[in-house]
């Protein structure tokens, strides 16, 4: 799995299964995670601070009034950069902190901050397990959505045999990739995406453009990235981030551009997204300097290479998604466009709406295929690429 763009932090307390961690952030890191590791106290004791930063290469945090510390609020700058939390080794006394809101030291004031998922991996005296005061503390957790991996059963550092050793590095890593990846339907498949909007020159300075951000190609890379596909991001002018680490990123500015970059990695492909927006027409003389703005120029245009026509005729049996951002006469106009590019889906919008057109973070779309038509409500557009990917595996 490639964990690369994804920042994992990983609590540790104060056990004796500490060691077993290293392994863990090792793992991690290998797989090309972001690690970062805040300590408590007591967790010093077992391993040191020094060890997790050689593992993880980021500085470990223990103490809450560190003079070293950054000028940001550390506690809470990490907690937003999570991705997903995990406490291993969890000792009863640190769960008893997080379901009774006790926050009292660098670790736990962190996860208190957490908005991610939090993934607790118990170690300790099998009595101290199955004891009430950890049960119903453990149940409120739970209540509370966060995730336990279960300890294993075995002979305890204690001497005592029973459940109460912290899950293998092994488990809590798949754990930690469950959260991380709900879906990996995509595993193994290759998927190119377009985004952002193409330019064409008028001058060295003006040019033909859109208003295309870009969000709804990023947000399709994003998430197939997410649910484990190998993605080729195939990036014109944007406003969106597209700087994901996970992605295969190919910069283009005009939309012959595009198409070239589109055309050499089709193949390698199992599935083609066109969500950008190329200019269908380009200038058919570029002036070689300025134009001056006391003329007003007569400018020829010819239309530029049709990309998504193009991959529908070579496509064989790899499926062709592709965008149709309507003014009027949507889902006609779209179920026009998904028979003449030879697409396998299209996806209709009205880019009229000011919930749904372009540099806004929501969209409204209908999803049309052969069999028929899907409309969807106003949701982000990252929720729209989920729903794009569903429809691609139900098919």
């Known amino acids: 799995?490639?964990?690369?763009?994804?920042?994992?932090?990983?609590?540790?307390?104060?056990?004796?299964?500490?060691?077993?961690?290293?392994?863990?952030?090792?793992?991690?890191?290998?797989?090309?995670?972001?690690?970062?590791?805040?300590?408590?106290?007591?967790?010093?004791?077992?391993?040191?601070?020094?060890?997790?930063?050689?593992?993880?290469?980021n500085r470990v945090v223990v103490d809450m009034f560190d003079p070293n510390r950054e000028w940001e609020v550390e506690h809470v700058s990490l907690a937003k950069k999570a991705d997903v939390c995990v406490i291993a080794p969890c000792t009863a006394d640190f769960a008893a902190k997080l379901a009774n809101g006790i926050a009292d030291d660098f670790l736990s004031t962190t996860v208190m901050a957490c908005v991610c998922p939090i993934l607790i991996a118990p170690a300790m005296n099998t009595n101290m397990l199955n004891s009430e005061a950890y049960r119903?503390?453990?149940?409120?957790?739970?209540?509370?959505?966060?995730?336990?991996?279960?300890?294993?059963?075995?002979?305890?550092?204690?001497?005592?045999?029973?459940?109460?050793?912290?899950?293998?590095?092994?488990?809590?890593?798949?754990?930690?990739?469950?959260?991380?990846?709900?879906?990996?339907?995509?595993?193994?498949?290759?998927?190119?995406?377009?985004?952002?909007?193409?330019?064409e020159p008028l001058d060295p300075v003006r040019f033909i453009g859109n208003r295309s951000s870009g969000k709804m190609g990023v947000a399709i890379a994003t998430a197939a990235a997410d649910r484990g596909a190998e993605v080729i991001l195939v990036c014109g002018k944007v406003t969106a981030d597209a700087s994901d680490k996970r992605f295969e990123r190919i910069d283009v500015v005009t939309?012959?551009?595009?198409?070239?970059?589109?055309?050499?990695?089709?193949?390698?492909?199992?599935?083609?997204?066109?969500?950008?927006?190329?200019?269908?027409?380009?200038?058919?003389?570029?002036?070689?300097?300025?134009?001056?703005?006391?003329?007003?120029?007569?400018?020829?245009?010819?239309?530029?290479?049709?990309?998504?026509a193009a991959v529908g005729k070579v496509k064989g049996d790899k499926k062709l998604v592709v965008f149709a951002a309507e003014t009027e006469n949507t889902e006609s106009n779209a179920v026009a466009k998904l028979k003449k590019k030879n697409a396998d889906l299209v996806v209709a919008n009205d880019v009229t709406r000011s919930d749904a057109g372009f540099d806004v973070d929501t969209n409204a779309a209908?999803?049309?295929?052969s069999k028929g038509s899907e409309?969807?409500?106003?949701?982000?557009k990252r929720e729209l690429a989920d729903r794009i990917l569903d429809k691609i595996c139900g098919d």
């Open 1 to 57: 799995m490639n964990l690369k763009g994804k920042c994992i932090l990983v609590g540790v307390t104060g056990g004796i299964a500490v060691y077993k961690v290293c392994e863990l952030v090792s793992s991690l890191r290998k797989q090309g995670a972001e690690v970062c590791v805040a300590m408590t106290e007591n967790a010093t004791k077992f391993v040191s601070p020094i060890t997790f930063e050689t593992l993880s290469a």
């Open 136 to 199: 119903a503390n453990e149940k409120m957790l739970r209540n509370r959505g966060v995730f336990f991996t279960e300890p294993e059963s075995g002979m305890l550092a204690c001497g005592d045999k029973g459940a109460g050793r912290l899950a293998s590095p092994s488990k809590i890593e798949d754990e930690i990739i469950s959260l991380l990846f709900p879906k990996c339907d995509f595993a193994g498949k290759t998927v190119l995406v377009t985004a952002g909007g193409t330019i």
């Open 255 to 308: 939309t012959k551009d595009m198409y070239d970059a589109v055309m050499a990695n089709v193949f390698r492909a199992d599935i083609i997204i066109k969500a950008a927006a190329p200019c269908d027409f380009r200038p058919k003389i570029v002036a070689g300097a300025k134009i001056k703005s006391d003329r007003v120029p007569v400018i020829e245009l010819e239309k530029t290479e049709d990309i998504a």
């Open 366 to 369: 209908t999803l049309i295929d």
């Open 375 to 380: 409309i969807l409500p106003v949701m982000t």
